[in-house]
């Protein structure tokens, strides 16, 4: 049998095990890699080629890898293992568990099951305690919330769970979607080291649950803690790797993952999605819009991931195209934490910063862990000189993940408005580790260093080199490396960098008073060198400008004139024709 076709029969029989426990998260997403899997030509038929888009150039472009196994030779498969199925006696109550669960009303069915001893049966009703114990916890957040939200409810159900699950799992009675329950009550009340252990149990029993690879990669907060883990080899451990790297900021070593990943599953949309979220993580903006533009063909109706393209229109100050997008998922689902942010990245854009905030608050009492509502609510704050409230913002969204480079530096800039630069330094610092191939925040903590309060004028010039090195679009770093040098009395090396800055500006064909500062001083610094041809060259291109630079220069091709003859000149028109 084919790689393909055994990855298709385990996603197949998961997906019906994972609906048949209400995960119907985990069901959905291999429901979407299933149909990703590149049909038999030899099984074609118009009812199951609607979803294999063999024209997509997208697609094209990024399937690298052309092998069709997945992950590569040499890496075992596990077979999918038969559940069993205990439920024979009493399944008539399972289904009608199962019935109040998808009607969310988790308490019957807990209740229900309350005498049931089967493993399916024990799993479902601590799932529905689980549950209720989380709408809960939602109803006490929105009756006691403070300033942004803040509430201390917690979830009720989570000690009797630990205790219930604790005992299965140490008398072996448990079966892996119990032991992802166990791993997820264990996350939530902090005790992370054994959940880790926890979940790896679960995915290595039954490696099809998503969800229990999910909560893992949250924990997976260190390439060291990534290594330690022991997972068995399957071909769902590529797709875990893939987004642990991401989280983990490994951002080329995420897109190999997934470009060798599309050598089986040459379709699935989260794979181009998760390919897209990582090159804008590397600020390629414009093939991140391309492959955005291509998932909204093949899947018109998706919310999911949008923001993430919300984002780059709004770098790009694509107005028309936000605003096409912020309709098309009002009408899709309005109430989505994802439609909301991007309803309000597009009143940000138009400079409607009190209706941004309001939608990005929407989207936190849709969900009060969505990440980007906070930071690019914080980013509305900062821009309404509201800073208590960024500060507060920006804190939340790093609570949630102590890895989000944006909210470091978001309380970076905070701080600095304020005027408290040891602070903003420290922020700016945690920003740069955690994405440092981000020139913006290298710049930002240089300009850190040369305020007024710390004036550290060579770790400045520390910071600016890496921007340089950043790509910096701005086109900040190499001047300011130039002036700094030049205030230091560092001639050589000021020259240095007026040159690249000069070279950079004639490649991207812009002028500006930076133009004609660069020229200046390279002039004046070669003639005092004694280099009078190279000072000559520049010297002539600032006679192309009407203002005083104009008489500088003439100014200074007098003086070369006389340096080099020994007799006064009493024109220079003819330097310039």
């Known amino acids: 049998m084919s790689s393909k076709e055994s990855c298709r029969n385990e996603l197949r029989t998961a997906i019906r095990q994972l609906s048949d426990r209400c995960l119907y998260s985990a069901s959905k997403w291999a429901a979407e890699q299933l149909v990703g899997i590149e049909q038999d030509p030899a099984k074609f038929t118009p009812s199951n080629t609607r979803f294999q ?30 559940m069993e199925e205990d439920e024979a006696i009493h399944g008539d109550f399972y289904l009608l568990a199962k019935s109040y669960f998808d009607c969310r009303e988790y308490r019957r069915a807990a ?145 190999s993952k997934y470009e060798n990943l599309q050598g089986t599953f040459t379709f699935s949309n989260n794979i181009q999605a998760q390919i897209a979220k990582a090159q804008y993580s590397l600020r390629e903006f414009d093939q991140v819009e391309v492959i955005f533009e291509d998932l909204l063909r093949n899947d018109p109706y998706r919310v999911e991931d949008m923001d993430t393209y919300s984002n780059v229109l ?125 020139s913006r925040l290298w710049i930002a903590m240089a300009q850190c260093y040369e305020s007024e309060q710390l004036h550290m004028l060579e770790e400045a010039i520390k910071c600016y080199k890496r921007a340089a090195n950043c790509n910096d679009t701005e086109a900040i770093a190499l001047h300011r490396l130039a002036e700094l040098h030049r205030e230091l009395g560092h001639p050589e090396e000021a020259a240095f960098y007026y040159k690249k800055d000069l070279e950079r500006m004639e490649a991207e064909e812009r002028e500006g008073p930076n133009t004609v500062e660069a020229l200046t001083f390279l002039a004046t610094h070669y003639k005092t060198q004694k280099r009078f041809e190279e000072a000559e060259v520049y010297c002539t291109r600032l006679l192309d400008y009407t203002g005083p630079e104009r008489e500088t220069a003439k100014s200074l091709l007098r003086g070369m004139r006389i340096a080099q003859s020994g007799f006064p000149s009493m024109d220079v028109e003819h330097f310039h024709p």
């Open 53 to 82: 888009r063999g024209s997509s150039s997208i697609r094209r472009r990024f399937c690298t890898n052309e092998s069709t196994s997945t992950p590569p030779t040499g890496v075992a498969y596990v077979s999918t293992p038969v």
């Open 111 to 255: 209740h229900v099951l309350r005498d049931q001893t089967g493993k399916k049966s024990v799993f479902l009703r601590c799932y529905a305690l689980y549950l209720a114990g989380e709408k809960r916890k939602e109803e006490e957040m929105i009756e006691l919330e403070g300033p942004l939200g803040k509430s201390d409810a917690v979830n009720r159900e989570l000690v009797s769970l630990e205790r219930e699950l604790s005992t299965l799992c140490k008398n072996n009675m448990i079966d892996p979607f119990g032991l992802y329950l166990y791993g997820l009550v264990l996350k939530e009340k902090g005790n992370e080291n054994l959940a880790r252990k926890i979940l790896v149990g679960s995915v290595n029993s039954y490696p099809w649950n998503w969800s229990a690879w999910s909560e893992l990669i949250s924990l997976c907060t260190s390439v060291d803690i990534l290594n330690s883990l022991n997972l068995s080899n399957h071909w769902m451990k590529e797709f875990f790797l893939a987004s642990v790297y991401q989280e983990l900021r490994m951002h080329n070593e995420s897109l």
């Open 314 to 438: 709004y770098t790009k100050e694509y107005f028309s195209a936000l605003s096409y997008l912020a309709h098309r998922v009002i009408m899709t689902d309005k109430y989505r934490p994802e439609s909301c942010c991007i309803i309000g990245n597009y009143y940000s854009l138009k400079g409607q910063h009190e209706k941004s905030v309001m939608y990005f608050r929407r989207a936190l009492k849709l969900n009060k862990k969505y990440l980007s509502a906070w930071t690019l609510m914080g980013h509305e704050y900062v821009e309404m000189k509201n800073t208590p409230a960024a500060v507060d913002a920006y804190r939340r969204a790093v609570d949630i993940n102590p890895r989000d480079y944006r909210a470091w530096y978001g309380l970076g800039q905070a701080y600095e408005m304020i005027g408290m630069p040891h602070y903003a330094l420290h922020y700016f610092r945690k920003s740069v580790f955690f994405q440092p191939i981000d």
